[in-house]
């Protein structure tokens, strides 16, 4: 037997049990993961309260890295002993392991462990995708980045720096400006009393053509206020709650703004597009531009314990669940 963490009700940590399930089997097209680490990640909360819907009973998780058990018919790039890792989903990751699709993992480079990738696939991803693609950041510009200090952001605060860029981080403690200003936060903000009155001193009144935002109800107006006309609003998270209907006619109001809701699993959608995240991911991560900081390990089956832990923002950096 197979043991995984299931939700059988949506609620708080409490919901999540260890239970024996199936061993997987590989159907066509799909390869079984053995979990040497998996990755937690916000969007896990997520999918446990019920914001984001999944058929019950059901394990959760998004991020994983482990050895190939066996792979299905048709599977022609994979074979049993190959160090994988995989983001974005479907979800299924909070078990010692499963099946999943095998054209959604990526073999994993020798100089990269199990722990470092299972904590940097989704968050390293999601940066390169935010940096690379919905908004190319380009030398000299200035940006700015909530939750500095998380996951995603120690990533797009080092990798914004290699890329020329000068960082103003959002953090909630003085601990926690502290780390993000070690990974390459030029500027850093506690608190969210005036973030906007911030950038505009920081950037001489200029403000910033991009925002990062994963916080979601709480930074969503400071973050609009906090741009340059023509610039665009990034909100890719919900920490503190989803944002509430918006009358367009703002973004025309506050400079002709851009808004976008992008996610992980649109643009890794395609194949192509997939290996080219995490080939980009790999390279900064060998390079040394990039580290991944893994904070924070508990036990898979202790899982409800890293959840307490995350909610209440008492992590940095990445966490691992360990099989």
């Known amino acids: 037997m197979t043991h995984a963490i299931r939700i059988h009700a949506h609620g708080g940590p409490e919901v999540m049990l260890w239970e024996d399930v199936p061993t997987p089997e590989p159907g066509p097209g799909e390869a079984v993961v053995r979990h040497a680490a998996v990755g937690l990640n916000y969007i896990d909360v997520y999918f446990r309260t019920g914001l984001y819907k999944a058929a019950l009973p059901a394990t959760i998780g998004m991020e994983g890295a482990g050895t190939v058990l066996a792979v299905g018919t048709g599977v022609t790039d994979l074979a049993p002993g190959d160090r994988v890792a995989y983001a974005g989903g479907p979800i299924g990751a909070y078990a010692t392991e499963r099946s999943i ?23 390293g991803m999601t940066a390169q ?20 200090a998380g996951g995603v952001g120690l990533i797009l605060c080092q990798w914004a720096k290699h890329l020329g860029a000068t960082v103003i981080g959002v953090v ?14 030029a500027h850093v903000i506690v608190g969210n009393s005036d973030i906007p009155g911030e950038v505009k001193r920081l950037t001489g ?13 709480d930074t969503f107006m400071p973050s609009l206020d906090s741009l340059a006309p023509l610039g665009l609003m990034v909100s890719y998270g ?77 992590t940095t950096g990445s966490t691992v669940l360990l099989p």
């Open 129 to 148: 995708y935010l940096l690379r693609r919905t908004f190319r950041v380009q030398a000299g510009q200035t940006i700015l980045v909530h939750a500095a």
């Open 205 to 217: 009144g200029a403000m910033v053509p991009v925002v990062y935002d994963s916080v979601g109800r």
């Open 101 to 123: 699709a095998a054209d959604r993992l990526v073999k994993l480079p020798d100089a990269i462990e199990f722990n470092t990738a299972a904590a940097m696939m989704l968050q």
């Open 172 to 185: 909630s403690t003085a601990e926690k400006a502290e780390l993000a200003s070690a990974h390459g936060a």
């Open 238 to 314: 919900n920490a503190s709650g989803p944002v509430g209907p918006i009358d367009v006619g703002l973004l025309g109001a506050k400079g002709s703004l851009f808004l976008t809701r992008p996610s992980l699993a649109t643009y890794t959608a395609k194949r192509s597009d997939l290996l080219a995240a995490a080939t980009d991911l790999f390279e900064v991560v060998q390079n040394g531009a990039v580290s991944i900081r893994v904070n924070q390990t508990f036990p898979l089956k202790d899982a409800a314990a890293a959840h307490r832990a995350l909610e209440s923002r008492q």
